[in-house]
Nanobody, 126 residues
Framework: QVQLVESGGGSVQSGGSLRLSCAAS????????MGWFRQATGKEREGIAA???????KYADSVKGRFTISQDNAKNMLYLQMNSLKPEDTAMYYC????????????????????WGQGTQVTVSS
């Protein structure tokens, strides 16, 4: 049974940093595609960073160069390091997993992921 639990969210000022963590049980990273998504109030859920089971990463243009996705296979942890945060990064952040290989074009599409965590809130003030 797959369970994803996010942590690390909080409130930070513009320009600050946060690291989100996702504890992934029932997931073998070599067989799963993983991703980070966010949803701001009144907006659709968007994919921001993903890593497939081949280790290929993809980032949304809005976070490229500021956010880094990584995983610790030994601990079964997925991370999202977020630097130079902006007020427009304010959202609920979700970790997602899927047991199928996701090619480059599909990595940031929410409908391509089967399992979801409960989310962690990130608030960036100006």
């Amino acid at each position: 049974q797959v369970q994803l639990v996010e942590s690390g969210g909080g409130s930070v000022q513009s320009g600050g940093s946060l690291r989100l963590s996702c504890a992934a049980s029932g997931v073998t990273f070599s067989r799963y595609s993983m991703g980070w998504f966010r949803q701001a109030t009144g907006k659709e859920r968007e994919g921001i960073a993903a890593i497939n089971n081949s280790g290929n990463t993809k980032y949304a243009d809005s976070v490229k160069g500021r956010f880094t996705i990584s995983q610790d296979n030994a601990k079964n942890m997925l991370y999202l390091q977020m630097n130079s945060l902006k007020p427009e990064d304010t959202a609920m952040y979700y970790c997602a997993a899927d047991p199928q290989y996701r090619s480059w074009w599909a990595q940031l599409l929410p409908q391509m992921y089967t399992y979801w965590g409960q989310g962690t809130q990130v608030t960036v003030s100006s």
